[in-house]
């Protein structure tokens, strides 16, 4: 069985930084797809980051609106996800989730749509204010 856990948020001022971090188990996808969502108060989930590795090795995709300021990365000996967040502003303020699915390849990671991701953490808060 998957799990997916979340942890790391927390409240922060503008231009500051958080690492999220995404605790995975039972999940035995290859190639992998991992990602991060986030979703606001009367707003739609987004994805902000996936990564996903294959025998080619790691890639990783990028929200226009996070791209240069967020990173995604895994420690594989760890079974961790880590998401770092540097530059932060108001509009980041959201509850992030994990989340996991089964692909055939990369690509498919990267044009998923958050329904076709089967496995979720229950999210972690992250808050940008002054």
């Known amino acids: 069985q998957v799990h997916l856990v979340e942890s790391g948020g927390g409240s922060v001022q503008p231009g500051g930084s958080l690492t999220l971090s995404c605790s995975v188990s039972?999940?035995?996808?290859?190639?992998?797809?991992i990602a991060w969502f986030r979703q606001a108060p009367g707003k739609e989930r987004e994805a902000v980051a996936r990564?996903?590795?294959?025998?080619?090795?790691?890639?990783?995709y990028y929200h226009n609106s996070v791209r240069g300021r967020f990173t995604i990365s895994q420690d594989n000996a760890k079974n961790t996800v880590y998401l770092q967040m540097n530059s932060l502003k108001p509009e980041d303020t959201a509850m992030y989730y994990c989340?996991?699915?089964?692909?055939?390849?990369?690509?498919?990671?990267?044009?998923?749509?958050?329904?076709?991701?089967?496995?979720w953490g229950q999210g972690t808060q992250v808050t940008v204010s002054s």
């Open positions: 039972g999940y035995t996808s290859s190639p992998s797809c």
């Open positions: 989340a996991a699915r089964n692909v055939v390849s990369t690509n498919t990671c990267r044009i998923s749509v958050h329904d076709a991701f089967t496995y």
């Open positions: 990564i996903s590795t294959d025998v080619a090795g790691d890639k990783s």
